[in-house]
């Protein structure tokens, strides 16, 4: 009896906790799981996301391909029509950076210029990467040098500013910028200027361990004919 008294005393203990804790031990039960499970299924959300962003913009490689291999208004038009939706329905992945660099082509094929530099604008201010960034700069300061605008070209490549820091990841892309300069110098028959930028992309060309360009020596020879 005192066995069975004892049993159905922690029973009526345990009713007692329940009517008094239960309430609350469910609730917080169910945000526990409801948490759990709601993250798992924005998980699964972004997922699926970007699993439909990698299959829409392989489409669009392979449009913007064909166009190039045949041209014509039809397949160009769709080529840029998965190109805008990559930009519209995926903004947050970085396909849509290199959905806007194809169009970006695409407009400078055609000579929209001003196409061109709308979506090169875009990259510049949005790409999570220094590298990125700086190829959208290279690409808009040859637009911008086709539209006549060469002190904008230049104060885009900004090579003021460069630092002797072998360890910069974009150090590889300073012999890019240095010769567009000094195209650039030599097209405003500025040759001091253009010679100077042809030689820091011979300097930071061997610094990167990449081979000088036989036309770069040719420009180096050339503007130097002018001093």
């Not at 959300?45 to 064909?66: G, H, I, P």
């Amino acid at each position: 009896m005192d066995s069975y008294r004892t049993e159905d005393e922690q029973i009526q203990a345990i009713k007692n906790w329940w009517k008094e804790n239960g309430v609350s031990t469910v609730l917080t039960l169910c945000v526990a799981l409801a948490a759990v499970f709601g993250w798992r299924g924005w998980q699964d959300q972004q997922q699926q996301k970007l699993d439909a962003a990698a299959v829409t913009y392989q489409s669009m490689l392979e449009a913007f391909a064909q166009a190039d291999a045949a041209p014509d208004d039809i397949k160009i038009a769709s080529a840029l029509y998965l190109a805008d939706t990559i930009k519209t329905d995926f903004s947050n992945s970085g396909y849509a950076y290199f959905a806007a660099l194809l169009k970006a082509k695409q407009a400078i094929a055609d000579e929209d210029f001003s196409a061109a530099e709308t979506e090169l604008r875009w990259v510049i201010d949005n790409a999570p990467s220094g590298e990125l960034t700086t190829i959208a700069q290279l690409r808009l300061a040859r637009v911008l040098v086709a539209t006549e605008n060469p002190e904008a070209a230049l104060a885009l490549l900004n090579l003021a500013t460069v630092e002797d820091n072998d360890s910069d990841p974009l150090a590889a892309f300073v012999p890019q910028k240095a010769e567009l300069a000094g195209d650039i110098y030599m097209s405003l028959d500025e040759h001091q200027q253009a010679h100077e930028m042809y030689l820091l992309a011979q300097s930071s060309a061997e610094k990167a361990g990449i081979a000088m360009a036989p036309l770069l020596v040719a420009k180096m020879g050339y503007a130097k004919s002018y001093l």
